[in-house]
Nanobody, 122 residues
Framework: QVQLVESGGGLVQAGGSLRLSCAAS????????MGWYRQAPGKQRELVAV???????NYADSVTGRFTISRDNAKNTVYLQMNSLKPEDTAVYYC????????????????WGQGTQVTVSS
């Protein structure tokens, strides 16, 4: 198994910035993608941003131009730089890793972090 350890959430005023980090607890044979999802109260979990092993990125329309996802392959770590935060960005943010832990695995599996709270006050 692998654990994803998240950090960097907190309380910030509208217009402020936060940087989330997510590190895998062990080495991974193959990572297809790492990304961030969020879930606000009463809403479904939604994709925020994802980065593939080829460094392609994809963002939700609501965060494009404000958030930037990046990764450190050597550390199996993914980051989310969040600028110009808005109250509607308030949610629990979850890290996701999709990949294979071992060479003999045929298919990717999804792993999730425990979630970190981001609260943006108006």
């Amino acid at each position: 198994q692998v654990q994803l350890v998240e950090s960097g959430g907190g309380l910030v005023q509208a217009g402020g910035s936060l940087r989330l980090s997510c590190a895998a607890s062990r080495s991974i044979y193959s990572i297809t993608s790492m990304g961030w999802y969020r879930q606000a109260p009463g809403k479904q979990r939604e994709l925020v941003a994802v980065i593939t092993n080829g460094d392609s990125t994809n963002y939700a329309d609501s965060v494009t131009g404000r958030f930037t996802i990046s990764r450190d392959n050597a550390k199996n770590t993914v980051y989310l730089q969040m600028n110009s935060l808005k109250p509607e960005d308030t949610a629990v943010y979850y890290c996701n890793l999709r990949g294979r832990l071992y060479v003999w695995w045929l298919n990717d599996r999804d792993y999730w972090g425990q979630g970190t709270q981001v609260t943006v006050s108006s």
